[in-house]
């Protein structure tokens, strides 16, 4: 493999790390960065939301969110609610723009309609037992 003139594995890893470092923050670590990204991020959505004529709002995913219940099974996918809730602010805009993209477009993907059935056979089905 050969990039930017590098051809060891260890010096790429090293040139990638740093390149994402130099444009990346850690959210964790930098709280004032992190808020201030939150609060750009909304005041962002909700003006495109105002001027297009998109059917969901970033609060309108958050809500939906926070109807979900917790604790739930993970379905095909393996995302539960916790992935999501927990994840980090620009998921819910990404998730605004993939449904209104959806809505404009009449088209929902064929993943969002598989699912897992899983009987639960139960003793009392109403058969006596002698």
């Known amino acids: 493999m050969h990039i930017n003139g590098l051809t060891q594995a260890e010096s790429i890893a090293k040139t ?3 390149s994402l470092s130099d444009s990346c923050f850690d959210s964790y670590c930098d709280k004032s960065s992190f808020d201030e990204l939150c609060i750009r991020l909304h005041s962002e959505s909700e003006m495109s939301d105002s001027s297009t004529n998109n059917v969901f709002s970033v ?24 992935h999501l809730i927990h994840s980090h602010p620009a998921l819910i805009v990404h998730l605004k723009l993939m449904f209104n993209i959806m809505s404009v477009h009449g088209f929902v993907p ?3 309609g598989i699912g897992i059935i899983v009987p639960i056979v139960k003793d009392n089905m109403g058969i006596s037992r002698m």
């Open 16 to 18: 990638f790390k740093q």
């Open 59 to 82: 609060s309108d995913i958050e809500k939906a969110l926070s109807c979900l219940k917790s604790g739930k099974a993970a379905r095909v996918d393996n995302i539960v609610k916790e």
């Open 110 to 112: 064929d993943g969002f």
